[in-house]
């Protein structure tokens, strides 16, 4: 062994004997290592298969059951996805659309428009004005059947839902699906309160849904009864009629708490379509849709079967179908004053008037029946009718033949040439000014410049008294005396008596050349009728707030007097003769003092007829709108007869009253004019006094010679005075 190596030293114990050198430990070491190692590789191997074996043989059988339930989870997790976006795309939506409203809030329920109630003078409506047509009522003055009419037809789970309903929306679409169109809405009656509040009608999504966010926040807000309350006096029902009572006042003639259950059907049936079932547009439909609003009205409990039955059997029919009403003239007048008398106004508003609706019924009855009878031969299409006090209180105004047909109010508004009408202030001036109604003037012809006006018969009767020249419309004195007292006196004359319009200060004055209103007219002569105080027509007597704070109370006012007693009383003495002897004789009614004049413009254009007792003043006006000639219309026709058929019911029961000043200025008896005759046999006797046996009354200073005869015979000149005369 060489040198250095030496012995080797064990590191470890061992027997003795056993390792003879390093090397052959190191030897049998990494045999020992590899050996051991391969064994624990191998059993390490072993471990490892059998291992993955019996997970293998785990897991084999659960795999396709994992992937299973992957592809399930899959859909389920995409579905719950898709519901989170839906969700919170819906939110944003809403967001969206709720960030176009004011803020929650700021909101309020709009102030209803405010309605104008007109009352007659015994206090029932008349019509109702504003942008709403009727008052706002409270839902206990209502019958239970009629808002629960609403609820049947539009909403029968209104009382369940929050502002939407889901269940109603299903229903609607599987309706509409099954009838294949809109057979049904699913809009509660808290969204149709919200649109009609708060938003247009377009149809589209991003109303819908902002009608959905407002029913919520009406919902959250108010009551179920007052939301249906909100409802019933904001929805539309047609024909300009706002709420529940509008609706009743327009279609049945009464307030929302007198309508019956047959009524009340067809009002809750009306609002699916305004239009299309108005009952005085289209009745069958009304009736039809208010049968099955009864049929869900019993299906749910809310009336009795009988009680539907029997409101099967009488549906309900709508009132005053014709038109709109003469009352609807009263009306308007009513508007066109009102700013006279209040300021702006936020509330609903009574005004209280003085027309008498019986009075108003017989005069719109004796005009629309005349013209209905008479209209079409005599070619005369409108006419119109003022009655009133002789104070001024209008009683009763037509300002046409039908409202409905035409709303122009020809009482109030037309100006016509008021034709011989217009005479007795021109012999007011001349008696103002010395005459008297013997006063004699001369029945001749007569020239102004290159005017030569006529009488109505084209013949002229001399010399004759005030009184017989007023009586029968002598065109020739009236001239005369308008030329004698100045055509300016006589324009001053009318306008210190009420007349108004632009009157022209000319030579035709006299025969009313100048555009008047028959209001003017009627007015003007109610001075007569009163014993010479100036009136001011009126029609407001009261005007008071919802909650009975008077906003306007009439005082007495008028024009003063405007006439000396005297002088009143002659003038009444000379239109009285009108009556007895003249133009107006066909209109006398028996027991009664009356007064008046006619009047017919040129060519038979207008036809007036002006009257008065001592307690009532009436004035008729008959033409066409466009000035198409009439047919011979006179103001002692057509106009003398409506005025005699509606004052004789309008006097009826009354006790007759004297004319102020008549008895002193009458015409005396026949006998007293006989002997006055027999002490002046050299004086002709009047030529009308041998025809009616009522000889002129006059004093020998005083009595006219004879009239000229006629040209033709007696007979025919009495046929025009008193057929057609003026």
């Known amino acids: ?33 590899r050996a051991g190692t391969g064994e624990r590789v191998g059993k390490r191997a072993d471990e490892t298969t059998r291992a993955t074996a019996k997970t293998a043989a785990r897991r084999s059988p659960k795999k396709s059951g994992r992937r299973r339930r992957s592809w399930l989870g899959r859909i389920v997790y995409g579905t719950v996805v898709l519901g989170l976006w839906a969700v919170i795309g819906i939110a944003g939506l809403i967001a969206y659309h709720a960030s176009q409203l004011p803020p929650i809030d700021q909101l309020a329920v709009p102030k209803r428009p405010p309605n104008i109630a007109i009352l007659a003078s015994d206090g029932s409506l008349l019509a109702n004005r504003g942008e709403t047509g009727g008052r706002v009522v409270s839902i206990k003055e209502l019958p239970p059947y009629l808002p629960r009419a609403f609820v049947a037809i539009e909403d029968r789970r209104f009382y369940q839902h929050f502002g939407v309903d889901p269940v109603g929306i299903l229903r609607a679409i599987g309706q509409n699906l099954t009838r294949r169109g809109v057979a049904q809405g699913g809009s509660t009656l808290t969204q149709q309160l919200a649109k009609n509040l708060f938003l247009t009608p377009e149809r589209s999504a991003s109303r819908k849904i902002q009608e959905a966010i407002l029913a919520l926040w009406l919902e959250h807000k108010y009551s179920k009864d007052e939301i249906l309350e909100l409802y019933l006096n904001r929805v539309y029902f047609g024909a300009g009629a706002y709420g529940v009572e509008a609706a009743a006042q327009r279609y049945f003639g009464k307030p929302a708490k007198e309508v019956s259950l047959a009524q009340a059907a067809m009002l809750g049936g009306l609002v699916q379509a305004p239009s299309r079932l108005a009952p005085n547009r289209n009745l069958p439909a009304a009736q039809a849709r208010a049968a099955q609003v009864l049929a869900a009205m019993q299906e749910l409990g809310f009336v009795p079967a009988q009680d539907a039955k029997v409101a099967l059997a009488q549906p309900a029919r709508p009132a ?88 122009f109010n020809r009482a109030t508004t037309a100006k016509r040439q008021p034709g011989s009408s217009f005479k007795p202030f021109v012999y007011l001036a001349a008696v103002e000014h010395g005459a008297t109604p013997e006063t004699v003037k001369d029945d001749a012809p007569i020239r102004i410049g290159n005017w030569a006006p006529e009488n109505y018969s084209h013949r002229y009767d001399g010399p004759v008294t ?56 009627v007015g003007a002569y109610g001075a007569f009728a009163n014993g010479g105080t100036g009136v001011i027509p009126y029609v407001v007597t009261s005007v008071k707030s919802a909650a009975g704070k008077v906003l306007y109370k009439r005082s007495d006012n008028g ?36 007064a008046g004049k006619t009047g017919t413009t040129q060519d038979f254009r207008d036809a007036w007829f002006i009257g008065y007792s001592a307690t009532l003043v009436t004035g008729i006006w008959l033409g066409n709108d466009d000035g198409e000639l009439t047919k011979k219309v006179t103001g002692g ?90």
């Open 1 to 33: 062994m060489a040198k250095g190596r030496g012995r080797i030293e064990p590191n470890f114990d061992v027997p003795e004997g056993r390792v003879r050198d390093r090397g052959e430990l190191d030897l049998r070491l990494s045999r020992d290592d």
């Open 320 to 407: 005053n179908a014709r038109g709109g009403g003469s009352a609807n003239y009263v009306a308007d007048l009513v508007m066109d004053v009102l700013d006279d008398y209040v300021g702006k106004f936020d509330t609903d508003i009574t005004v209280q008037t003085t027309v008498d609706t019986g009075l108003q019924g017989l005069a719109e009855k004796a005009l629309t029946d005349e013209l209905n009878a008479r209209g079409t031969r005599f070619n005369v299409g409108q006419g119109a009718l003022v009655s009133m006090r002789p104070d001024g209180a209008i009683r009763a105004l037509i300002g046409g033949r039908d409202y409905a047909q035409s709303q």
């Open 466 to 521: 005030l009184r017989t020249a007023l009586a029968h419309s002598l065109n020739t004195v009236a001239v005369r005396l308008g030329q004698e007292v100045g055509p300016k006196t006589v324009v001053q004359t009318a306008q210190r008596l009420g007349i108004t319009s632009p009157l022209q200060a000319n030579g035709s004055i006299a025969l009313g050349t100048s555009e008047v209103t028959l209001l003017e007219m």
């Open 559 to 594: 024009l003063g007097r405007v006439i000396d007693a005297n002088a009143d009383g002659m003038m009444n003495a000379m239109m009285h003769e009108t009556f007895v002897s003249g133009t107006a004789k066909k209109a006398d009614i028996p027991g009664w003092e009356l």
């Open 637 to 726: 026709n057509l106009p003398a007869d409506i005025w005699k058929t509606y004052m004789t019911q309008a006097l009826k029961g009354q006790s007759p009253v004297p004319l102020p000043g008549l008895n002193r200025w009458r015409k005396p008896p026949p006998e007293t004019t006989a002997s006055v005759a027999s002490a002046a046999p050299s004086a002709p006797t009047d030529i009308l006094g041998q025809i009616f046996g009522d000889p002129a009354a006059q004093t020998p200073r005083q009595q006219a010679p004879a009239r000229r005869a006629p040209a033709k015979d007696d007979r025919n000149f009495v046929e025009k005075l008193f057929g057609i005369g003026d």
